[in-house]
């Protein structure tokens, strides 16, 4: 059975700084492909950034560019999310996503085999 389980989120001010991290069981997660989505209310679930199966490459949309780093430790079957100058606007639901396909990297939701169950993100003014 396929897991993918976030942690790390919580409530941080502005200006702050967290680190998410998504564990995966139950596949090879060395060879898959990896994201992170993010969900506010009451809009869609939204890429934040990716990275390949080798942790060789990443790719982020631009409003976490420069403020968030995807990581990865194959051995531990672990990904990464580092979020640095947090915003209120970055509060969210933060999902963790692999995906088989390894010829390309995970930015939209179709690409996406197996979700993690998300952990809440709070950014207070």
């Known amino acids: 059975q396929v897991q993918l389980v976030e942690s790390g989120g919580g409530l941080v001010q502005a200006g702050g700084s967290l680190r998410l991290s998504c564990a995966a069981s139950?596949?090879?997660?060395?060879?898959?492909?990896a994201a992170w989505f993010r969900q506010a209310p009451g809009k869609e679930r939204e890429f934040v950034g990716a990275?390949?199966?080798?942790?060789?490459?990443?790719y982020y949309t631009d409003f976490v560019k420069g403020r968030f780093t995807i990581s990865r430790d194959n051995a531990k079957n672990t990904v990464y999310l580092r979020m640095n100058s947090l915003k209120p606007e970055d509060t969210a639901v933060y999902y963790c996503a692999a995906s088989r396909d390894r010829s390309t990297l995970v930015v939209a939701a179709t690409q996406v085999n197996y979700w993690g169950q998300g952990t809440q993100v709070t950014v207070s003014s």
């Open positions: 990275i390949t199966y080798s942790g060789d490459s990443t």
């Open positions: 139950g596949l090879s997660f060395s060879t898959f492909t």
